[in-house]
Nanobody
């Protein structure tokens, strides 16, 4: 069974940095796209950043120039370096993996359990 396990959330002051990590476990051959989404209280889940197996990235406008996404294909992991954090970045951050090829199946749109990021002003 494939699972996504996130780590790295926490409390930080505005202007600070955090690094989120997400690793996919299971019998995985490849993952087409991995990414991060976030959901603040009372708001819908929104895109933060995605990265393809080839390294192409996509960022939401509010995080451009502040966040950097990277992945380790050999270890089926994705990272999110968050710098110059703002109070409005406070949310639960979810790891996502889409297009997971395993020995038996092809999995679409798998989510992690989420990790809380809180930025104090």
């Amino acid at each position: 069974q494939v699972q996504l396990v996130e780590s790295g959330g926490g409390l930080v002051q505005a202007g600070g940095s955090l690094r989120l990590s997400c690793a996919a476990s299971g019998n995985i051959f490849s993952i087409d796209r991995m990414g991060w989404y976030r959901q603040a209280p009372g708001k819908p889940r929104e895109l933060v950043a995605t990265i393809t197996v080839g390294g192409s990235t996509n960022y939401a406008d509010p995080v451009k120039e502040r966040f950097t996404i990277a992945r380790d294909n050999a270890n089926n992991a994705v990272y999110l370096q968050m710098d110059s954090l703002l109070p409005e970045d406070t949310a639960v951050y979810y790891c996502n993996a889409d297009g997971i090829a395993t020995g038996r199946t092809f999995i679409r749109n798998l989510w992690g359990q989420g990790t809380q990021v809180t930025v104090s002003s």
